[in-house]
């Protein structure tokens, strides 16, 4: 198996302890995720989303801005996707 440098990096910070090991050994997910299209230009400030979780704590969701072209940005989601699981790769 081939790994670019970007997924060993990954890994390295897993093993040193920046990625909870846990997150690999969940048998199942709960991916957060929302979508919402405006003419670009419309927002003007965006904030992290705040969860609560059942443990008690909060966590956040950073949100991101996509713009172009409908193609630009189904591109670039894709990309965004595919390198948000390179942060999991053992999922």
Known sequence: MIVDAR???LRIRCVLGYIP???FRMANLTLIYGL???PEG???EIHDATLKLANGHEAHVTMHV???SREDIEK???QS???FFD???EI
């Open 21 to 23: 090991v846990k997150m």
């Open 36 to 38: 919402r299209l405006l």
């Open 7 to 9: 997924t060993l990096r």
């Open 76 to 78: 670039q989601l894709r």
């Open 87 to 89: 942060f999991y790769p």
């Open 81 to 83: 996707l595919d390198a």
């Open 66 to 68: 996509l713009e172009g």
């Open 42 to 44: 419309e927002v003007t």
